[in-house]
């Protein structure tokens, strides 16, 4: 066979192959993608996109990814403190996915809402449930794999157009607890070609973007994966923030305790008082307002800032507080117009949640058998790893029983001035003595009340294999709580909760 014959029948066959294998359909398909795509390199990002529809083919996940997975997996999960285990979710799955940028939505379930934490931010947000493509998913609990954000209706274009950025592939996937309940979102922003984000810096974030290619289905099995171990990740953090937490109260509530058996004068007293109450609820700032009922006002005997304050009886916060003689808590205080923002522009601090807790003390002539005699006001409520939160029921109880130790000691000292003067506040044996007897009672009431959980839940202990309750089980259980926390202590309060969320953390 000569040379011409052997190239028609080549070209015959290559015809055929070319029309059985649509050749000349798929090379029109590239050549499309590519002229919409304009990359600045086409022939490496062809070679992209051939390695995405060959992984995308692929329905198993390779051993290499499962051997990172795990990696990545075991490193997270041997955190425990909240703060580091954010960071290293965010930091693993950036180099996981090989993308921009990865945001972690974590529910706060006190604030109903979620916070939000970025590899590009600095302090977290809060946004609501449901607000942009990873509020849909979390609560859709669906994972959501977009290649074109700018061709997706439900993108918020709001931040590309006022930061400069460019956001092109995005893929989010639901955090789901053991429950079965949403927990958070982990959020990967412009997946990149192997080593491209290598040296890149700020001022080539928008070409990043343009470079980006779609995540790919391992992709998504991966951080699928990921996320389930992500959730056991953040659960343990929460037990360990609760066990810190309730060991802080647990010791601020028990050295109130000791320093009211200590003869210590009103204003130490005072100041001991004041750096106690921060520590039993996590406050970062608080101050003990004493009333004057010879010129009706509240005025401060210890502040963390060293200053006095007086405000009318009746005026703010702290004087409804008073007058109304009713806890008074404010999750935004911006929010609301009982607070007055004057003072914190005056000295640049933020107040965000406030608490105030009236303080009572016996008296015989009154409807109520009782009479407030100061406030407790903290402010803003901060959570183990810095973060703002708002006081919530816990706080409240804990801080309705502090007042009750210090409000008949308060009543008793020379700084309160009432409507009549009487024998105790002008001879100071007498108010010594009146004080170690106030004192005394409320360490009495104290052990009774422990005494009396140990033998309810002695009780209860043999009674529950019966099957039986008692009446007396539907007693006032809040009291007895905070006993139960003095009475084990710091260490007693993290063994208790590390056995109850056992089940919840493996």
């Known amino acids: 066979m000569d040379n011409g014959a052997q190239a028609d029948l080549e070209r015959q066959a290559l015809d055929t192959y070319v029309k059985d294998q649509k050749v000349e359909d798929t090379v029109e398909e590239m050549m499309q993608a590519l002229l919409e795509a304009k990359p600045a390199n086409p022939t490496e990002w062809l070679l992209n996109k051939l390695e995405q529809d060959i992984s995308n083919e692929s329905e198993e996940l390779s051993e290499t990814d499962l051997h990172k997975l795990f990696s990545i997996s075991r490193r997270i999960t041997a955190e425990i403190i909240p703060q580091d285990t954010i960071s290293m979710v965010i930091s693993e799955t950036l180099v996981l996915l090989n993308c921009d940028t990865v945001s972690l939505f974590v529910l706060d379930k006190k604030m109903d809402l979620l916070r939000l934490y970025a590899s590009n931010l600095q302090t977290p947000i809060m946004v609501s449930p449901g607000q942009g493509i990873a509020g849909s998913v979390f609560n859709s609990r669906e994972l ?87 959730a056991i990740a953040m659960r343990n953090a929460d037990v360990y923030r609760e066990a810190i937490s309730s060991s802080e109260r647990a010791t601020g509530l028990l050295n109130t305790i000791q320093s009211l058996s200590q003869d210590l004068g009103t204003q130490s007293l005072l100041l001991t008082v004041t750096m106690h109450a921060n520590k039993v609820v996590s406050a970062e700032r608080s101050t003990v307002f004493i009333v004057d009922e010879s010129v009706q006002q509240l005025w401060s005997v210890s502040t963390d800032t060293g200053q006095e304050i007086r405000i009318p009886k009746k005026a703010g916060i702290a004087g409804q507080c008073c007058s109304e003689g009713r806890v008074i808590n404010i999750p935004d205080a911006y929010a609301d117009p009982r607070f007055n923002q004057a003072i914190d522009k005056q000295t640049g601090f933020k107040t965000q949640s406030i608490l105030a807790v009236p303080m009572f003390a016996d008296d015989d002539g009154s409807k109520e058998g009782r009479e407030v005699v100061g406030v407790i006001q903290m402010i803003n409520k901060v ?70 959980k140990q033998n309810k839940a002695k009780r209860q202990s043999s009674m529950a294999g019966l099957g039986v309750l008692g009446e007396e089980d539907e007693e006032d259980e809040d009291e007895s709580h905070f006993v139960e926390i003095l009475g084990a202590g710091a260490d007693g309060v993290i063994r208790r909760l590390h056995l109850s969320n056992a089940s919840n953390c493996v």
């Open 144 to 230: 959501v794999n977009i290649p074109d954000c700018y061709q997706d209706g439900n993108f918020d274009r709001s931040f590309d157009a006022k930061t400069g950025y460019f956001t092109k592939s995005l893929i989010a996937v639901p955090i789901v607890d053991y429950d079965g309940a949403s927990a958070g979102v982990i959020q990967a922003i412009n997946k990149q070609p192997h080593g491209s984000l290598q040296g890149q810096d700020s001022a080539d974030k928008r070409a990043v973007g343009r470079n980006a290619i779609a995540f790919t289905r391992q992709d998504e099995k991966m951080v699928a994966h990921l996320c389930q171990h992500v």
């Open 383 to 452: 959570s183990y790893d810095g973060q703002l939160e708002y006081f919530d029921d816990d706080d409240i109880q804990i801080m309705e029983l502090f007042s009750r130790f210090v409000g008949p000691r308060l009543a008793q000292s020379s700084l309160t001035s009432n409507k009549g003067s009487s024998s105790s506040k002008s001879d100071p044996d007498r108010k010594e003595a009146d004080m170690a007897i106030s004192t005394s009672s409320a360490k009495t009431e104290l052990v009774d009340q422990a005494e009396k």
